[in-house]
């Protein structure tokens, strides 16, 4: 499929400058850029590729002045990056929707309803009492059991799992291997020394504009939901413990771990690596760094990191410290000798 200019600046809100007729079927890097690409310079140390670029097309800031001759048609708008990447989902979305089909292959429950739109492919299994919404598409070899409930423009990737009662929202993208649903880590001590399960009989709720990575796991609560709200977005390789609540738009990088009835504030940022304990509340608009181990509550628009994790100031302050350790110990070992002699 092609776009110009002009379509391709209606919907990112820009202005053509140069061809407004030049056409693009494909996107690239700007210093990869080929003829019929579509690219964008958003870092500046990728200026100079812009004078060689052969992409047709490339986004660039309104306030971008050149300083030599270029080939390419440029649009302006107020943020190429974000620009681009709206054109990226455009793109995915024309590129992989599927014609509306139900494969011979998969096992659709007699109780299970189908809305308008949805795409099933081979090997699929959807349980009894389930609902799926409008223009949903349920990938090859995903497991959905018993009244699921998922609303429309959902995407559910190849392999993963949804377990028993769960709840997804709409326009969620689950990906590869996800399990969301399985039995929380709940175990009782018993007299023998050994460990009795704590039957978990609660679901998993998610909220619209969901998104989550392959291989992230999300356990059912032991009662009521474990709950993940409108617009956050979940990494690769995450553990979402039982009875965990995330707030709307909180974003989680890859390898965190939250262990049970830890509830997690609105619009934070949580790197890579961290582990955060159980029954803690962590405010609204914190940023943790990754590597960071959270054993206790956070208020909101905190900035911290390390382990455990304090201000983030503080630690890179005290880094400077640490980094020097030896440095100070010979200082005091000589400033001791000195005192010794006199």
Not at 46 to 68: G, N, W
Not at 98 to 103: D, L, N
Not at 188 to 209: C, F, I, M, R
Not at 247 to 273: E, L
Request: net charge negative.
């Amino acid at each position: 499929m092609k776009f110009n200019a002009t379509q391709i600046a209606e919907l990112v809100s820009g202005t053509v400058d140069g061809d407004p007729k030049a056409e693009v079927s494909k996107l690239s890097k700007i210093e990869e850029g080929t003829k019929g690409s579509l690219s964008f310079l958003a870092n500046p140390k990728y200026t100079p590729f812009l004078y060689s670029t052969a992409a047709t097309i490339t986004l660039v800031s309104d306030d971008f002045v050149a300083e030599k001759d270029y080939k390419t048609t440029l649009v302006r708008v107020a943020d190429p990056y974000e620009a681009f990447s709206k054109l990226l989902n455009h793109y995915n979305k024309i590129k992989h929707v599927p014609t509306p089909s139900v494969s011979e292959k998969a096992f659709v429950s007699e109780d299970a309803s189908c809305s308008d739109g949805v795409s099933i492919g081979d090997n699929a299994h959807i349980g009894a009492h389930t609902t799926i919404g409008k223009n949903c598409v349920i990938q090859p070899q995903v497991f959905i059991g018993e009244n699921v409930t998922i609303g429309d423009n959902t995407i559910i990737h190849v392999g993963a799992r949804i377990i028993d009662d769960t709840v997804i929202g709409s326009d969620c993208v689950i990906q590869n291997n996800a399990v969301i649903g399985a039995d929380g880590f709940g175990w009782a001590p018993n007299e023998s020394g050994s460990y009795d399960k704590v039957p978990q009989t609660g679901n998993v709720v998610l909220g619209n504009h969901v998104d989550i990575g392959a291989n992230t796991t999300i356990d059912r609560a032991t009662l009521g939901s474990t709950r993940i709200g409108d617009g956050v977005k979940l990494d690769n390789l995450i553990q979402i413990g039982h009875n965990v609540e995330i707030g709307a738009h909180t974003v989680i990088a890859a390898q965190t771990g939250i262990a049970g009835s830890t509830k997690i504030g609105t619009h934070c940022q949580i790197g890579g690596q961290v582990g955060i304990s159980g029954h803690l509340t962590i405010g609204n608009r914190v940023g943790i760094q990754a590597k960071s181990g959270i054993l206790k509550n956070i208020k909101d628009d905190s900035k911290i990191m390390g382990y455990p994790a304090f201000d983030y100031t503080a630690f890179n302050k005290s880094y400077v410290h640490f980094r020097n350790l030896h440095t100070h110990i010979t200082d005091l070992q000589s400033l001791k000798k000195k005192l010794n002699h006199d």
